[in-house]
């Protein structure tokens, strides 16, 4: 028991266990860990490892942090001991296909995560590892790798790394590395350009300046408004108060459209006099761009939502006030990341200088002292029995 070694082999996510005496040989090692995982991972490259030869498969040593493999382990028909292998070791299972060469590994290498933007598409695919070294590299270097994981011209490559002050910014052949500010796990995006990088502007950087103003915008659907259940009752003076009507739905709102502020701004009282999120109701979202008017948007929530443009209030929050100059964009309402929902309530919306008023109406004399006898009643009550307690 002494001389076994455990190994924890890393293939497409998923670890198997293996056990070996220290003797025996590591292409022994590796074909059991081949036969374990085509038994137990559900991963498509696994249960196709039977098709790959031996001779494109190897050991790497792995490392958890930065989940990748590591420093190659040395010829397969060594034994475990002469590999140096520990009691307990991972091991990160690598293949390759039909005349390709496994990666070079650098023992100072840094990983970074590469995004390739697709131009056809407009979209980012990634991310892949690609490797430099951590000490000293540049701008070119980090090129030639990319290129090399593509098998393209150094030329047609451009990079652009996220300066977290500057934005997005071209990655020149004489900066280094650490300069920009990339570490171990940080992401840079390259672009596979029709002709050489220097003389046109890369189309990943007109996708940034775009994508900076696209937020994904979340709402509820006005028409699920009545399933909230309405608030109990609240006491007051030993009097209840009953509930809104409408199912919880405030009445129509004084001053200007603005309801009264709930406990949690933003929420939606429950049965049990709790305040639930606006957000748990906010479950659909969609892509918009803050440059856009606010027209724009209600032209394109009552296209999802399938209702008419007028039939629906939109708020920035559900108790906010209502908003109504469709002209204005999204970014002079002041919407702006991580503020990216809104809230609709069905009803005819407000226009431009249209406001909603309540009027309080005066019931007269009568009522007026109705009201004193009740409160002289009251304070009766009040006086005897202080002079029982007495």
Not at 98 to 120: A, H, N, S
Request: with cysteine; hydrophobic share 35%.
């Amino acid at each position: 028991q002494q001389e076994m070694v455990e190994c924890n082999v890393y293939f497409a996510g998923t670890f198997v266990k293996v056990c070996k005496h220290k003797s025996e040989t590591l292409k022994g090692l590796l074909e059991e860990a081949v036969k374990d995982h085509q038994a137990s991972n559900e991963a498509a490259e696994a249960k196709s490892l039977g098709s790959v030869a031996v001779e494109n498969m190897r050991l790497r040593e792995y490392d958890g942090f930065k989940k990748a493999g590591t420093r190659p382990i040395g010829d397969l028909s060594q034994t475990l001991e002469e590999a140096g292998l520990k009691k307990h070791q991972a091991l990160f299972l690598e293949t390759r296909k039909d005349g390709e060469e496994f990666e070079t590994w650098i023992p100072d290498q840094m990983i970074l995560r590469l995004m390739k933007y697709e131009k056809k598409s407009d979209s980012l695919v990634g991310p892949i590892n690609v490797n430099v070294n951590e000490n000293g590299s540049r701008g070119i270097d980090l090129r030639n790798a990319v290129a090399k994981l593509w098998k393209v011209d150094v030329g047609l490559v451009a990079l652009i790394a996220q300066d977290p002050l500057a934005g997005p910014k071209i990655v020149e052949d004489t900066v280094g590395l650490d300069y920009l500010k990339l570490k171990e796990g940080s992401q840079v995006f390259a672009e596979l350009c029709d002709g050489p990088h220097k003389d046109t502007k890369p189309s990943i950087l007109e996708k940034f300046e775009r994508d900076k103003y696209i937020i994904v915008l979340a709402y509820n659907d006005p028409r699920e408004n009545d399933k909230i259940s309405p608030a109990p009752p609240k006491e007051t003076n030993g009097t209840s108060v009953p509930p809104p009507p409408g199912g919880g739905v405030p009445p129509p709102p004084g001053d200007g459209g603005v309801p009264p502020p709930p406990k949690v701004e933003g929420g939606v009282p429950d049965a049990s006099g709790g305040m639930v999120p606006a957000s748990a109701y906010q479950t659909k979202n969609i892509q918009f761009d803050l440059r856009k008017p606010l027209r724009e948007l209600r032209a394109a929530l009552a296209k999802e939502l399938k209702i008419d443009e007028d039939a629906f209030k939109i708020r920035k929050a559900r108790f906010l006030r209502e908003l109504k100059n469709g002209k204005k964009s999204l970014a002079s309402y002041n919407f702006s990341p991580p503020d990216v929902s809104v809230w609709l309530d069905m009803g005819t919306p407000l226009k431009q200088g249209e406001y909603i008023v309540k009027l309080y109406v005066d019931l007269g004399e009568e009522k007026d002292k109705e009201a004193e006898k009740k409160e002289e009643q009251k304070e009766g009550k009040k006086k005897k029995k202080k002079k029982k307690n007495k």
